[in-house]
T-cell receptor
Framework: NAGVTQTPKFQVLKTGQSMTLQCAQD?????MSWYRQDPGMGLRLIHY???????DQGEVPNGYNVSRSTTEDFPLRLLSAAPSQTSVYFC??????????????FGQGTRLTVV | AQSVTQLDSHVSVSEGTPVLLRCNYS??????LFWYVQHPNKGLQLLLK??????LVKGINGFEAEFKKSETSFHLTKPSAHMSDAAEYFC??????????????FGGGTRVLVKP
């Protein structure tokens, strides 16, 4: 019953460094997405994928890359970290059932600080 | 385009009294609506969801919400607050047809404080 697993839980980066946030789900969900959470703004969509090999941009994609080579994994890459990317990042997955997609299942989050 | 407005950023209640968290939405489709709860330093947990069946939706931990299409509202209530209800709550809307994948639009959140 792992659900959605994110690693690492915490990370501190220096400005200009790159890194990859990992996300894996074991529920065979076709839809996966990344959000960032900032105070007072709820969660905002960064990138999403409707299946292996298919990705698209969300509301705030700049500075981030994604790929989806398997159904299970959806890593988020920060190309050159900036202090504005200090945030809590959540990965989520869902599947399509009768009437459309189900609710999203969220990972526990990655708290990223860029100094 | 869809949007969500949570009308209160903070709500303070006494233990044992009712809780009301207000949410208004706008959507071009017949939306699916959700309430999620986030306890400090934790992930998001689904409280309840509306997906065009009954307009009064019951969730976990005694919470319920009523979908009112004419008012474009989906307010969350609980008859009697418990100390463990102190958390942040998010109202969320999605397009159930999948025309935009499963893009969720979040409200800004309501932080609930429960006083003993």
């Amino acid at each position: 019953n792992a659900g959605v697993t994110q690693t690492p839980k915490f990370q501190v980066l220096k400005t200009g460094q790159s890194m990859t946030l990992q996300c894996a789900q074991d529920m065979n969900h076709e839809y996966m997405s990344w959000y960032r959470q900032d105070p007072g703004m709820g969660l905002r969509l960064i990138h999403y994928s409707v299946g292996a090999g298919i990705t698209d941009q969300g509301e705030v994609p700049n500075g981030y890359n994604v790929s989806r080579s398997t159904t299970e994994d959806f890593p988020l890459r920060l190309l050159s970290a900036a202090p504005s990317q200090t945030s809590v990042y959540f990965c989520a997955s869902s599947y399509s059932g009768q009437g459309g997609y189900t609710e999203a299942f969220f990972g526990q989050g990655t708290r990223l600080t860029v100094v | 385009a869809q949007s969500v407005t949570q009308l209160d950023s903070h709500v303070s209640v006494s233990e044992g009294t009712p809780v009301l968290l207000r949410c208004n939405y706008s959507s071009s489709y017949s939306p699916s609506l959700f309430w999620y709860v986030q306890h400090p330093n934790k992930g998001l947990q689904l409280l309840l969801k509306y997906t065009s069946a009954a307009t009064l939706v019951k969730g976990i931990n005694g919470f319920e919400a009523e979908f009112k299409k004419s008012e474009t509202s989906f307010h969350l209530t609980k008859p009697s607050a418990h100390m463990s209800d102190a958390a942040e709550y998010f109202c969320v809307v999605s397009d159930p047809s999948g025309a935009a994948g499963n893009k969720l639009t979040f409200g800004g959140g309501t932080r609930v404080l429960v006083k003993p």
